[in-house]
C-alpha cells in the first residue's frame, strides 16, 4: 500500500530488555537490532497485509533477511526475532508479527483502514443518494405543465413550483447485503482465530448463502467446544486467514456426515413343531408312505412321542433298529 508508508518506533522500543537480547544474539549493536524491528515492520506494510501485520506465503526467511539487510544466515535471524517475540510463523499463514496491534504502527494502520472503510462507504450513499434525485429537467418541466394550466388543482402554480424545488429526498436505506456483510464479519472476527483482509471477507460474506454461512459458523464453532473431536488436518484449516478460508471454501470439509439409513432386518418365521395331534389324524396311506420312505429309516414316526413309545402307549410298533455287527467281524 504505497500510501501506507508510516513507520513510528513504540516509546521507549531502544531501552526494551527485549531489543537488548535480541542484539546480544545476533552479535550486533543496539542501533542495528533497533534497525532490523523497523525495516521489519516497514517490509509488513510495503509488501504484507497492514491491518493483521503478516506477509504472504510465498515469503521466506532469506527474502526477510535481504530485506532486513542481515550479513548472518537467514536462520539465525528468524529464530533470534521468534524467541523475543517480534516474529512468528505458521503453516497455511506465512510469517508475521505476532503484537502488531500493540504496536503504534499496527494501531495507525488500523486507523488509516477503518477511515478508508468510513470514506468509502460514505461514497456510496453519496451515490446512492444522486441516483434517486430528481433531475433539474423533471422539476422544469413539472413547473410548466403547470404554468399551462393542464393540472386540474386549485393551487397557485407558484406553489406548484416551490413543492418541487424543495429539499432532496431523504437517502435510501441501507442495502441488506452491506448490513448482513458487517454483521457476518464482526461474529467472524471474533470466533476466527486468524482474522484477516476485511474487505475481501465481506465481499465472500455478502454473497454468500444461507447453508454455507452455517456451514461457517459449523467449523468456527467447534474450537469453542470442549468435547469436539477435530483431525489434525482440519485444525489446520481452521488456523488459516479467514479470507484464504472463505476464498477456497474450507468450510466444506465441516459438513455434518451424513447417517447411514437403516433397513430393517426381517427374519424368516422359524416353523413350528409338528403336532402330534395333528399328525395322529393324518390318513393310514400317508403314515406308510412315511414308514417305507428310505430316508425315514430309523426315526420315530412324528404321530406318537417318544415318552409314548418308552411307556408301551403308542400303539405303533417301534421303528426297525439296524442291525448291529459284531465286534471284530469284517
Same mark, same amino acid.
Given at each position: 500500500m504505497a500510501a501506507l508508508n508510516f513507520v513510528a518506533a513504540d516509546d521507549g522500543l531502544e531501552d526494551d530488555p527485549k531489543l537488548l537480547t535480541l542484539a546480544r544474539l545476533l552479535k550486533v549493536s543496539r542501533p542495528m537490532a533497533f534497525w532490523f524491528v523497523m525495516r521489519w515492520q516497514r517490509l509488513i506494510l510495503d509488501r504484507g497485509n497492514h491491518v493483521s501485520g503478516s506477509l504472504p506465503r510465498n515469503y521466506t526467511a532469506d527474502d526477510i533477511a535481504a530485506y532486513l539487510e542481515f550479513k548472518g544466515g537467514a536462520r539465525r535471524l528468524i529464530e533470534a526475532m521468534k524467541m523475543q517475540g517480534y516474529l512468528s510463523f505458521k503453516k497455511g499463514r506465512g510469517f508475521f508479527y505476532p503484537a502488531w496491534d500493540d504496536t503504534t504502527t499496527g494501531r495507525y494502520a488500523h486507523r488509516r483502514e477503518e477511515d478508508r472503510i468510513w470514506h468509502e462507504d460514505k461514497r456510496k450513499q453519496q451515490r446512492r443518494s444522486s441516483a434517486v434525485r430528481p433531475s433539474s429537467d423533471v422539476v422544469r418541466q413539472s413547473a410548466d405543465t403547470s404554468a399551462d394550466g393542464l393540472t386540474t388543482s386549485s393551487r397557485q402554480p407558484t406553489g406548484r413550483k416551490e413543492e418541487s424545488s424543495g429539499e432532496r429526498p431523504p437517502d435510501p436505506p441501507p442495502a441488506g447485503g452491506a448490513s448482513l =456483510?458487517? /454483521?457476518?464479519? &464482526?461474529? +467472524? @472476527? #471474533? *470466533? *476466527?482465530? /486468524? %482474522?484477516?483482509? #476485511? !474487505? *475481501?471477507?465481506? #465481499?465472500?460474506? @455478502? =454473497?454468500? /448463502? /444461507? @447453508?454455507?454461512? =452455517? +456451514?461457517?459458523?459449523? *467449523?468456527?464453532?467447534?474450537?469453542? &467446544? $470442549?468435547?469436539? !473431536?477435530?483431525s489434525r488436518k482440519n485444525r489446520r484449516v481452521l488456523s488459516w486467514p479467514t479470507d484464504l478460508f472463505l476464498a477456497k471454501q474450507g468450510f466444506l470439509r465441516f459438513r455434518p456426515p451424513a447417517r447411514p439409513t437403516r433397513t430393517p432386518v426381517t427374519r424368516s418365521p422359524i416353523p413350528p413343531e409338528p403336532d402330534p395331534l395333528v399328525e395322529l389324524g393324518k390318513p393310514q396311506e400317508w403314515r406308510e408312505a412315511w414308514l417305507a420312505d428310505p430316508i425315514n429309516k430309523g426315526r420315530l414316526p412324528p404321530w406318537y412321542s417318544a415318552s409314548d413309545h418308552q411307556n408301551g402307549t403308542s400303539g405303533c410298533p417301534p421303528p =426297525?433298529? $439296524? %442291525?448291529?455287527? $459284531?465286534r471284530g467281524s469284517k
Open positions: =456483510a458487517d /454483521t457476518r464479519w &464482526d461474529w +467472524l @472476527e #471474533r *470466533a *476466527a482465530p /486468524t %482474522p484477516q483482509n #476485511r !474487505s *475481501a471477507c465481506k #465481499r465472500v460474506l @455478502e =454473497a454468500m /448463502t /444461507t @447453508e454455507d454461512w =452455517a +456451514l461457517v459458523q459449523r *467449523a468456527y464453532g467447534l474450537l469453542h &467446544d $470442549p468435547g469436539a !473431536s477435530i =426297525a433298529q $439296524p %442291525p448291529v455287527a $459284531p
